[in-house]
Structure formats: C-alpha cells, structure tokens
C-alpha cells in the first residue's frame, strides 16, 4: 500500500504557514488521496487540548474538522510527547506511534512531506 506522509515538526501559529499546512493535508483528502499524518518534535504542540491563542483561530478545531475533508486519523509520535511536553493533554482523537514505526512508515511512504 503507498500512501504520502506528512510530518508535521513546526509548532502552530507560524503566520501563515500553519493555514497553509492545513491546506495541504485537505488538498490531498478531497482529492482521494492515500495519506498518513504525524506530529513530530515541536509539532506535537499542534494537538495540545483546549488551546486559546490570542490572535489566530485555535488550530485545535481546525484538526478537528480533516475528518470531514477524509484525513480520518491523525497520529503523533509517542517518544516525542513524553520527551517533550509529558504533562501536556493531548487531543483525544490523536493517536501514537512508535519512532520505530514513524521510520517504517517513511520507508514505504510514496512521497514524505515535512513541515
């Protein structure tokens, strides 16, 4: 099975960036694309719970909407959270993966994309 990766390693609210980033990964599920998403490194601060920037909308309930667009799960690697943030709550939807698997994943991914 070949799919695209996105690896997501900047935290939220970049300007514009972040919007674009969302972009991509709606881009690629109303086009039927096969795709996987994981937040890595600083990135993992995207799918902290119950944001409240002050300037940007909330990143929070952007994610929240893929899954009406087709990206259905979203993923986060595991060794990265408890390294990083291990007191910070997470969005319940997300799911971990292993270092390990993130690796295997670019090995068999058609196309990687980092951000």
Not at 59 to 84: F, I, M, T
Not at 94 to 115: G, K, M, N, T, Y
Request: charge should be negative; hydrophobic fraction near 40%; aromatic fraction near 12%.
């Amino acid at each position: 099975m070949r799919f695209n990766l996105i690896i997501i390693k900047q935290s939220p609210y970049q300007g514009r960036q972040s919007h674009e980033i969302l972009e991509a990964i709606m881009s690629l599920a109303l086009f039927d694309i096969d795709h996987r998403v994981v937040f890595f490194e600083q990135g993992i601060s995207w799918l902290f719970a119950q944001q409240t920037p002050t300037d940007q909308k909330s990143v929070e309930k952007q994610l929240s909407a893929l899954p009406l667009y087709g990206s259905e799960q979203l993923y986060y690697c595991q060794e990265h959270h408890l390294g990083l943030f291990p007191e910070q709550q997470l969005q319940a939807s997300v799911q971990p993966i292993s270092a390990d698997e993130l690796a295997l994943w670019c090995r068999q991914a058609q196309h990687v994309e980092v951000f």
